[in-house]
Structures are given as structure tokens and as C-alpha cells.
């Protein structure tokens, strides 16, 4: 069963992954569960925006697929206690160097993301 859980959370992580290169916001809205608030540091500039404004961001910007960028993100991590669990990852993308943490819940057997923080580290 846990490594069902594990095969589960990668997969939500790598369509995440799909979602943000390929700048696909249908793919990457059904990441998350809803009412999602997305907290970050950029360059010490604090970053506070709902899922939707968050969307709304990556379906605006050039993608990191059309910026002919390589795909460079990866999972760093994932713990997993019963029914939560937190995902560490590397995006590399866009001219910065992020890191996210991604609390995950699993309801209605679905893994999703109910919090996202990153942060970008020089």
C-alpha cells in the first residue's frame, strides 16, 4: 500500500511538473485541491497568491517549454504519514532557482496539494 501511496504522490507531482514547463493550466488545476493559497520568497519579496491568481500567473507567461529551457525539475523528497504527506522539490526554470514544499492530503482517494511554498535560493 505505501508504495501504491509513493507511485500515486509522484505521478500528481510529475503531472505538476508537466503542467508548469508546458505552461498547461488544465493539467496543473487538477494538482490542486481547491482554495489553495500559495505562499512565497522571491529575492526577499514577499509572494501571496490564491490558486486561481497562480494560474492565471503560468497561463500568462512564456512558458518554460516555449522559453527552450531544459527540463530540470526533480523531487527531492517525499514523507508520507496515513493520509498526508510533504513533497520537497527543485524547479529550476525561468531564471530562478526554486524550491518548493507541497503539503499534500489524500480525500476522496485522490492525492492533491493543499498548501504550496517555495522560495528561491540564489
Not at 512564456?62 to 522559453?67: C, E, G, M, W
Not at 525539475?73 to 498526508?84: Q, V
Request: aromatic share 14%; hydrophobic share 35%; glycine share 8%.
Amino acid at each position: 500500500m505505501y508504495t501504491d501511496h509513493i507511485r500515486d504522490i509522484e505521478n500528481l507531482i510529475n503531472r505538476y511538473f508537466e503542467g508548469i514547463f508546458n505552461g498547461d493550466t488544465i493539467k496543473l488545476e487538477t494538482c490542486f485541491h481547491t482554495n489553495v493559497y500559495i505562499y512565497g520568497d522571491l529575492k526577499g519579496m514577499g509572494y501571496l497568491k490564491s490558486v486561481n491568481e497562480y494560474l492565471e500567473g503560468v497561463k500568462n507567461r512564456k512558458s518554460p517549454k516555449d522559453l527552450n529551457e531544459k527540463f530540470k525539475m526533480k523531487i527531492i523528497g517525499i514523507d508520507i504519514m496515513g493520509k498526508i504527506a510533504m513533497a520537497k522539490l527543485h524547479l529550476p526554470m525561468l531564471g530562478y532557482n526554486y524550491y518548493d514544499y507541497l503539503s499534500l492530503a489524500r480525500i476522496d482517494n485522490q492525492w492533491k496539494i493543499v498548501n504550496k511554498i517555495f522560495t528561491h535560493v540564489e
